[in-house]
């Protein structure tokens, strides 16, 4: 049975989300090639997990873990006439087979699992390991690898998560893109002390840092802790003479941050910063099926959605105020 | 650009920067193609695929009147009098006339090559024509399955081969002209030959267990590019001259050559009357066309007719003096070249380069302009999509899928080792972004020297989901030329001719001086016979499966090849072993088919390529005389590279490696299809779908370890080094066979459709591939589903050998038009070409899918397992997305491209 929780936040334990202790090692959910719409040219994607943050929106709610963890892709089992497979491999009994045919199983067992036995004998892959560890000269050098194929204009792009969570893996690795003259984008929170932060960005040409609320509370019921330390390390960030270009990115999403009052204060905190780049993405439900895969509940199943008027008539509002503002894939790179 | 745009850009202008020429802008709109093509298109949709007898019957009562004569002139007399006899159609908007047949999508037997399949239908056909007719109400439900194929018989039309349409009254005459050729077609002659063989059991068998699929003399023709040099630059009333000269200066003379010198003067006389057949041809077209134009009310297509009939009229007598007039040459001998044998992949070759000094020449006389070429050239997109093959259903099917791979190169080096790309170029890509029919397909020869515009020109071309441009490697290519015909003496500048026959078999050219407007200009084409037609698609994996059987093929229950009887220990010794085998079935396909081949040059040598492909005319031989400047052109051709690579890779790890089974174990979980029910039973043949049976989990454990072995396409060097294995032994192996031109042959990686058919008779493979179900695509491609680590990972794979080491290597890729969307799209999309090339990959090709793809997709999403989506910071697999947003990203992905 998945647990009756109904906030995601509760969900999650707080040794879920603790930074492990690996030495320098990074914990990494996925390496997309060929990546076009996160930061300049053809780029790869580096999405390392674990997350400071909890939105109750989230499309990879997966992220949020750090460490190895177990998805089950329910829907995904084909094999459904006798397969015993994954309840033979399990050592735990946490899967059972129902009278349908289905497998089930106790995520109470399943989410302190260290050793996943059950993933590599299924052969539609309905149960499996997410979260990988890497060496950072093993991360490099698939990244030199990767140079190869990305053209004159791309380069790598950490994302998550929050890829600053495991700053010191990623600065490891970042100094080596320095050396090797890799282009280098971020997609963060921001959500980190500051002298971690100042640190991270030095190595970082390129980043979107997302402002979800200008409202302090509103930005602790949407994600789970407040916007103070998020907007001064942006303006830390402005004032230490970082020279990277940076857009702020925002989920845009109906009855939570879609009025024109956030609009407004968003534009005021970019002007006293000199910022003129914004991204408002459309609220969208493509990470449903990872909040039942993980066996959480999503709250957002049935509300947040924008109409293309509204989000057209919000791009206006910060196009008066000469901000360019950038809606879902559209960011000039 | 909308109110919103521009004020970024004003935005980011007062930043200092410059947007304009960054990403998001939306490329040109491509113009709507010309009306001709619009009104010919409508009527190439409503019309059949045809065959009739007309050719025939002309063909096989000139061979019979001149019965007893030297054999070469005999043949040319009859391809060049059928000809001359085929009813000319012109219509109403064309400006290029000319097809195959009097039909517009119209083709018809050879039953000179291949009279078995007609002779034994013989009796249900003439069955067929006393059958009374159907109900009208039959006849038109019918009409409307298929497209333009006649997949049954219906009214007055029967069916043959489920494709063509054939007139009941043409039936006798079929049957009777097929009669003539019992026992002494092409195909009866080498297989009375073949017989003598005391293999000749090894050969039936290997073709029965479809262990190699079909047989040389199907197709004698083709894969190969065809040269246009010698009617641009002579015309055919000066190519008869030169036939008399030549005829005066070699009839009597062996020259140095004691075996074929004698030969030449009987080629001249041959060439001649095959001009004359060319020209009579083209003449009777302008008749037409001028019989028209006096029975015409409307004075605008009075005149066009009459313009058709004095560009034919020049065509048939004088060398092109237009660039209208140039085309219309270079399709007259392409379909007199397709006409002459059953032929498929008989390819246009570099045509925008063969055709600049004409095009460039009208251009500076201002007689055209750029709007009257473009619209020539959709209009020979319409006659190049008509050419069909009339072949058996199993090889216009089972092979083809009905394509006929006219295909047409763009790009690559000249003569001096400079870019290639003309002007005329890149009218030729706008022509078929405007007009968008499948044939002929396109190929870039990518070279880093290629002109960025005309990249993206062509990359454009290739984001509108057509599928080309493919995208060929042409210092890969040039390097592939020098290693096989080096031998034969080619240098640095021919190796620079080369292109693309058929879909994707490189084939050798040469660069021959076209005088044209005061000034001498190098142009490139074919020079070779067939690059094909040695031993045809062979299943690698379906001989790995015979080794663990023991040569025994358990889907027939018959053995195959002889019992190995060895107890398999060892990796190596597998491998051994399933060398051998290869050997064994490659050692007598050879043999039969170079002996159908050598039949086929005796009998039938090609009247209308002899005369154009370089040296024929200089050395006064035909093309099955070695008349062609190269000739080792005959290949072995691969089906299933990467389904036998992966299996290999699962076998190595878990019998030998971890030894979590034995090689028995395994075996018998491939003979019992892993406990599932197989594909014969269930009638399913998605690689996705498995039904249990009740002994299923006993195989539960094998199965799911065969899955997640090491597979190609992760930059996994367990399974790659494989990969590199192979094509290290193939290297080698393969020029130990020798075709009936004496020359050693070479790996060609070309599976076209056979991946099905090769795939259905193979039991279940160690990779975890189900019995029945297709092989892996491509001859690089991942095997679906199984390629975790992106794109790049896929290329690094792919090159851990040397391309050139072969023919051609073959990647297929699936993209979402949301990543290529707008001009910045289109840039990312040469950037992954481009890496690509760099590494040295010959090959590729993309799907581009759109939402109508995304619409089945979710009808039957199993089919479209690797499709992923993109929106908004997020991806994600097609089908592990709910309908609701499977709906939304449709109504979305329309809305962009709107």
């Not at chain 2, 779908?689 to 799911?704: G, L, Q």
Request: glycine letters at 8%; proline letters at 4%; hydrophobic letters at 35%.
């Amino acid at each position: 049975m998945p647990p009756a929780a109904h906030s995601p936040v509760k969900n999650m334990k707080a040794e879920d989300i603790r930074k492990p202790d690996m030495e320098k090692k990074g914990l990494i959910f996925d390496i997309q090639a060929f990546s076009v719409h996160d930061g300049p040219g053809c780029r790869t994607n580096v999405f390392l997990a674990g997350c400071p943050l909890q939105c109750k929106w989230c499309a990879n709610p997966e992220s949020w873990i750090c460490k190895k963890h177990l998805m089950f892709a329910e829907k995904m089992c084909k094999y459904d006439h006798g397969c015993r497979a994954c309840k033979d491999a399990c050592p735990y009994g946490s899967i059972v087979i129902t009278e349908s045919e289905k497998p089930r199983i106790n995520w109470e067992i399943c989410k302190n699992c260290r050793t996943f036995e059950c993933t590599g004998v299924c052969p539609n892959n309905v149960l499996k390991q997410c979260v990988k560890e890497y060496e950072p000269e093993e991360l490099v050098s698939i990244l030199r690898r990767d140079f190869n194929n990305w053209g004159a204009e791309g380069g790598v792009t950490f994302s998550g998560g929050d890829p600053m969570l495991q700053h010191e893996f990623l600065i490891e690795v970042l100094k080596d893109c320095r050396k090797w003259n890799i282009h280098t984008a971020i997609e963060t929170s921001a959500y980190f002390p500051e002298e971690i932060f100042l640190q991270v960005m030095e190595y970082i040409h390129f980043a979107f840092i997302d402002v979800k609320n200008m409202d302090s509370i509103a930005h602790e019921m949407g994600t789970g802790v407040g916007n103070e330390r998020i907007l001064s390390n942006i303006s830390a960030l402005k004032a230490s003479g970082w020279k990277g270009r940076l857009v702020l990115r925002q989920p845009t999403i109906s009855g939570y941050n879609d009025s024109d009052e956030n609009a407004r204060q968003l534009i005021a905190f970019m002007q006293e910063n000199d910022l003129f780049e914004v991204n408002l993405l459309k609220f969208h439900r493509l990470g449903t099926t990872k909040w039942e895969q993980l066996g959480k509940t999503y709250e957002y199943s049935d509300h947040g959605d924008m109409s293309d008027q509204r989000m057209k008539e919000l791009q206006n509002i910060y196009l008066k105020a000469n901000i360019a503002c950038y809606i879902g894939d559209d960011t000039l790179f | 650009m909308n109110d919103a745009q521009s004020k970024i850009y004003d935005i980011l202008k007062a930043r200092g920067i410059d947007a304009e020429n960054a990403d998001g802008i939306k490329e040109e709109d491509i113009p709507e193609a010309s009306e001709r093509f619009s009104k010919l298109m409508e009527i190439y949709y409503s019309m059949k695929v045809t065959a009739d007898m007309e050719i025939p019957y002309w063909y096989n009562r000139l061979w019979w009147e001149n019965d007893g004569d030297i054999l070469e002139v005999r043949r040319a007399r009859a391809v060049g009098g059928a000809y001359a006899h085929s009813t000319p159609t012109v219509l109403p908007y064309e400006k290029l006339v000319m097809s195959k047949t009097k039909n517009f999508r119209g083709a018809f037997p050879f039953p000179w090559v291949c009279a078995s399949f007609f002779n034994s239908l013989a009796e249900s056909l003439m069955n067929e024509v006393d059958a009374p007719a159907e109900s009208e109400a039959d006849a038109v439900s019918v009409v409307g399955a298929g497209g333009g194929n006649v997949t049954e018989s219906y009214g007055d039309i029967i069916s043959i081969a489920k494709k063509f349409g054939m007139r009941k009254e043409e039936i006798p005459v079929l049957v009777k002209v097929s009669k003539y050729w019992e026992g002494i077609s092409v195909e009866d002659i080498s297989d009375k030959y073949a017989q003598m063989l005391p293999d000749y059991d090894q050969f039936k068998r290997n073709m029965d267990a479809v262990v190699v699929m079909f047989d040389s003399f199907a197709i004698p023709q083709g894969r190969e590019v065809i040269n246009y040099y010698m009617p641009l630059q002579y015309g055919f009333d000066r190519i008869i001259q030169l036939c008399d000269e030549k005829i005066n200066e070699t009839m009597g003379e062996a020259g140095e050559d004691g075996i074929l010198g004698m030969s030449r003067g009987y080629y001249y006389a041959a060439m001649k009357e095959i001009t004359a057949g060319l020209s009579k041809w083209c003449d009777n077209y302008g008749k037409r066309a001028e019989d028209l134009a006096t029975r015409e009310p409307d004075e605008e297509v009075r005149a066009n007719y009459l313009e058709i009939a004095q560009v034919m009229h020049n065509v048939a007598h004088k060398r092109p003096s237009t660039f209208r007039e140039a085309l219309q040459m270079t399709l007259c001998c392409h379909l007199g070249v397709v006409n002459e044998d059953p032929q498929s992949g008989q390819s246009i070759g570099r045509l925008g380069q063969v055709l600049q000094p004409f095009y460039e020449k009208d251009m500076e006389d201002g007689i055209t302009t750029d709007e009257e070429v473009i619209e020539l050239l959709e209009l020979y997109r319409i006659k190049i999509t008509c050419i069909e093959c009339f072949a058996s259903a199993g090889v216009s099917g089972g092979v083809l899928s009905g394509n006929t791979f006219n295909n047409l190169s763009l790009g690559g080096q000249n003569y001096d080792g400079l870019s290639a790309v003309t002007p005329l170029e890149y009218l030729i890509v706008e022509a078929a972004m405007r007009a968008k029919t499948p044939q002929p397909t396109l190929s870039v020869l990518y070279d880093e020297k290629t002109p960025e515009d005309f990249l993206m020109k062509a990359a454009a071309c290739t984001k509108l989901g057509m599928g080309f441009p493919a995208w060929m490697n042409n210092q890969t290519g040039m390097n592939f030329m020098l290693r096989q015909y080096g031998a034969e003496g080619m240098d640095l500048y021919d190796a620079r001719a080369w292109c693309l026959g058929g879909c994707l078999e490189s084939a050798p050219g040469c660069f021959m001086p076209l005088d044209y407007n005061g000034k001498v200009t190098m142009i490139p084409g074919g020079a070779s016979p067939t690059c094909g037609t040695g031993i045809h698609f062979t299943g690698l994996p379906k001989i790995l499966e015979l080794v663990l059987t023991n040569g025994l093929d358990k889907r027939t229950g018959k053995q195959v090849f002889p019992p190995h009887n060895e107890k398999i220990d060892t990796y190596e010794q597998m491998v051994d072993l399933w060398k051998k085998y290869l050997d064994i079935s490659n050692r007598i396909v050879n043999r039969i088919n170079n002996m159908q081949m050598d039949i086929w040059r005796k009998y039938n040598m090609p009247a209308v390529n002899s005369l154009l492909k370089p040296d024929c005319f200089a050395k006064g031989q035909h093309i099955g005389n070695c008349g062609s400047r190269y000739n080792a052109c005959i290949n072995f051709e691969s089906c299933g590279t990467i389904t036998f690579i992966n299996s290999l890779a699962s076998i190595k790890k878990n019998v030998f490696d971890d030894r979590a089974f034995t090689l028995e174990e395994m075996t018998e979980a491939l003979v019992n299809n892993f406990g599932f029910k197989t594909a014969y039973e269930t009638n399913v043949f998605s690689p996705d779908f498995r039904e249990s049976t009740e002994s299923a989990s006993k195989y539960d454990r094998i199965f799911a370890a065969c899955i997640h072995a090491p597979k190609y396409g992760n930059a996994d060097s367990y399974v790659d080094s494989l990969l590199k294995d192979y094509h290290m032994f193939m290297l080698h192996y393969l020029p130990t066979l020798r075709s009936y031109y004496g020359k050693p042959e070479y790996l060609c990686q070309i599976s076209v459709s056979t991946h099905g058919p090769q795939g259905f008779v193979t039991l279940a493979t160690p990779d975890g591939r189900l019995a029945g179900t297709t092989y892996s695509d491509g001859s690089v491609s991942a095997a679906a589903g199984t390629d975790k680590n992106g794109i790049y990972a896929i290329f690094e794979s792919a090159t851990v050998y040397d391309h050139s080491q072969n023919q051609n290597a073959q990647m297929n890729l699936k993209l979402h038009p949301s990543a290529v969307k707008g001009l910045s799209g289109t840039r990312k999309l040469l950037d992954v070409i481009r890496a690509y090339m760099r590494k040295g990959g010959f090959h590729v090709q993309f799907n581009v899918v759109g939402s109508d793809t995304l619409k089945e997709a979710q009808k039957e999403p199993d089919k479209y397992r690797d499709l992923m989506v993109r929106v908004a910071g997020f991806t994600q697999y097609w089908c592990e997305i709910g309908k609701p947003i499977q709906d939304e990203v449709i109504y979305r992905t329309e809305y962009d491209q709107a």
